[in-house]
């Protein structure tokens, strides 16, 4: 009978359990939701969450309270507008990388750029403290230890164009705590394509490997920004989809025969989405 009563409270403590993190992760869910249907945001940049499932890709990624997150090459800050009012919200901190500052040789243009970006995300009752870090081939180290999630968005081909792969993700390696995630969503290229890096895909093997070999250990795939329609083999690459919609090389006139109907139909790149974590131990 004590037996029985014991395997009784054993079930009810799991299902307890069980029961806790579901609503913990339903929290979480909402939290997020919060923000991305922010009025914050632009019509515009909630016109693509039909192609980026924020919701859903942050929610694989684990994205929840108090974190503190670091978001790399944020360009105008699509991400930014979600995961800097979360970390708000949840009592996380929010960092993004920008031009490095202290390289001598910085061009005025990306100066300008990073105070554009500062400037967009100013606003402390919308976006809480947004961190910006320097970032570039001669910046210091991002700091050790410090970044619970560090999301890569569609930066991984021109790390690889670059010839910075591995620099950069030994630094994020470096710059995470134990357990951490780092988060990436990719233009994701045919599995046999001739080269790993073309028109701005990558196969996903290229980046797994590359993510490995800096000690990362993948942690989940998702199909959830899968896109079937993306057959991969533009003019112009993968800017010839939206949102870039390039349409002509070199700031040419469009071709007359030049269907940009047809790739407007495609809609946004098929992306791999992928979870790493560094090791606890």
């Avoid at 901190?93 to 490095?100: K, Q």
């Avoid at 070199?250 to 047809?262: E, H, I, L, S, Y």
Wanted: no cysteine.
């Amino acid at each position: 009978m004590k037996f029985r009563n014991l395997l009784a409270g054993v079930a009810i403590g799991a299902l307890t359990f069980a029961a806790a993190q579901a609503a913990h992760h339903e929290k979480d869910t909402k939290s997020i939701e919060a923000a991305v249907a922010g009025d914050w945001r632009k019509p515009e940049a909630k016109a693509r969450d039909a192609d980026r499932h924020p919701v859903e890709a942050l929610s694989f990624w684990g994205l929840h309270p108090k974190m503190t997150v670091l978001e790399l090459q944020p360009g105008g800050g699509w991400w930014t507008e979600i995961l800097a009012p979360y970390a708000r919200l949840t009592g996380g901190e929010f960092y993004a990388t920008g031009a490095d500052l202290a390289d001598p040789g910085l061009s005025e243009n990306a100066r300008k750029g990073r105070q554009a970006f500062e400037a967009k995300f100013a606003d402390p009752a919308v976006y809480g403290k947004v961190n910006v870090v320097n970032w570039g081939a001669k910046a210091a180290p991002l700091p050790a230890n410090k970044f619970d999630l560090v999301l890569a968005a569609r930066v991984f081909h021109g790390w690889a164009n670059g010839g910075t792969v591995d620099a950069n993700l030994k630094n994020i390696y470096n710059s995470l705590k134990p357990g951490g995630v780092l988060a990436i969503e990719q233009h994701r290229g045919k599995p046999d394509q001739k080269d790993a890096v073309a028109g701005g895909y990558v196969t996903e093997q290229t980046v797994i490997d590359a993510a490995t070999k800096a000690g990362f250990k993948l942690d989940g795939k998702s199909e959830v920004n899968a896109n079937p329609k993306d057959t991969k083999d533009h003019p112009f690459g993968v800017w010839t989809l939206p949102p870039t919609r390039q349409s002509s090389a070199n700031n040419q006139p469009v071709a007359a025969d030049f269907d940009r109907a047809k790739y407007d139909a495609i809609g946004e790149s098929d992306r791999m989405t992928l979870k790493f974590v560094k090791p606890k131990t």
